[in-house]
């Protein structure tokens, strides 16, 4: 995937979309890049993706890839599997997020207002405890 101005791209996405399984170098352009967090989200949900230290690597990694066709096909079962279980908790976060928001606009004096439900409550305090943690790392 060209990597334009962030690595994570929707040509990242299209590639998951269409089956593929993705290739990264996680090399000195991207340690350099203006947003070197975009893939924090994917990275730690356990993408499995092909992850390279240099592009230097790719012919290598290929070739293995190419003699193990079982192989090529575990990577993209596991893809699959990865992307339908990543987007599906996307989506609900994402819900939750428009619930929580409509309901505070509804009922707008109301501080502690709870959530939806609790899956969306849990959910909340998941995702807080991540930032938190991801801003105690910088």
Not at 70 to 82: A, F, G, L, S, Y
Not at 88 to 93: G, H, L
Not at 101 to 117: A, E
Not at 122 to 131: H, Y
Request: charged share 30%.
């Amino acid at each position: 995937c060209p990597q334009g101005n962030n690595v994570e791209t929707f040509r990242l996405f299209e590639a998951i979309e269409a089956g593929s399984i993705p290739v990264v170098a996680l090399d000195a352009d991207y340690h350099s890049a203006n947003c070197t967090d975009s893939l924090t989200p994917i990275l730690k949900a356990g993408a499995p993706f092909v992850f390279l230290k240099s592009w230097a690597e790719l012919p290598s990694v290929l070739l293995d890839l190419v003699e193990s066709p079982d192989k090529i096909n575990k990577m993209q079962r596991e893809m699959i599997k990865w992307s339908e279980d990543y987007f599906s908790k996307f989506t609900k976060r994402f819900e939750c997020l428009l619930r929580h928001k409509y309901q505070k606009r509804i009922n707008p004096g109301k501080v502690n207002l709870p959530s939806p439900d609790q899956e969306c409550l849990k959910i909340f305090q998941r995702d807080r405890a991540i930032i938190k943690k991801l801003n105690q790392q910088k």
